[in-house]
C-alpha cells in the first residue's frame, strides 16, 4: 500500500469490480483506450492486474481517495507489454481515473507517489509510459512528471490491426537520477 497525501495506490478489492466497470463503460474514459468495457472485461482487467501484483510486487493498482475510501481508478507500475521491441520488459507507469476525478491533480499525485516507490523499490534505470497521440492529457502529466518523449521508441501496437486508431503509440521516459 503507498499512500499520498489525499491517496492510498492498493491491491485490487472485489468491491472495486462495479466502479471499475463503470468507467469502463464511460465514452470519456475510454476515449483513447479502446471499446466500452463488460463486467467479464473488467473483471479479467482485475483479475490480470491482481496476478501481476501477485507475481512482481507491483502492478496498476487501484486508487482511492484518503477522506472517503472512494474508489477514482488505477496507477502504478506494471511490466511493458511484450513483442514491442526497445520498451519489452521496461518498467511502465500508467493511469486511469474516472472522468469526475479529472482535473483535481489525483492523476498527478498518484503517478509521483508511483515513481517514487519505484525507484525506491526496483532496480529499473528507466520508467517509460505510452499512449495515442491524441492522448494530449496523459502526454502532458509525462511531461509534468519530467518525462521525456522518446520518438525512436513510438511503435504500432502489435495487438491491434492496422488502420486501427489507437494503434500508434507514442513513448515517454524518465531515468533514474
Known sequence: MIKSDRLTLRNWHDS?????NAMGRDPAVMEHLGPLQSQADTDAG???LS????????????IERRDDQQFLGFCGLKIAPENIPDIEGAIEIGWRLRADAWGKGY?????RASLDWGWANLAADRI???????????QALMLRLGM???????????????????RPH????IRRV
Open 46 to 48: 482485475i483479475a490480470r
Open 128 to 138: 517509460i509510459a505510452i499512449t495515442i497521440p491524441a492522448n494530449i492529457r496523459s
Open 107 to 111: 492523476a498527478g499525485e498518484a503517478a
Open 148 to 166: 521525456v518523449r522518446r520518438h525512436d521508441l513510438d511503435f504500432d501496437h502489435p495487438a491491434l490491426v492496422p488502420g486501427d486508431p489507437l
Open 170 to 173: 507514442v513513448t515517454f521516459e
Open 51 to 62: 496476478a501481476i501484483a501477485a507475481e512482481h510486487g507491483h502492478t496498476f493498482w487501484a
Open 16 to 20: 472495486d469490480r462495479i466502479p471499475f
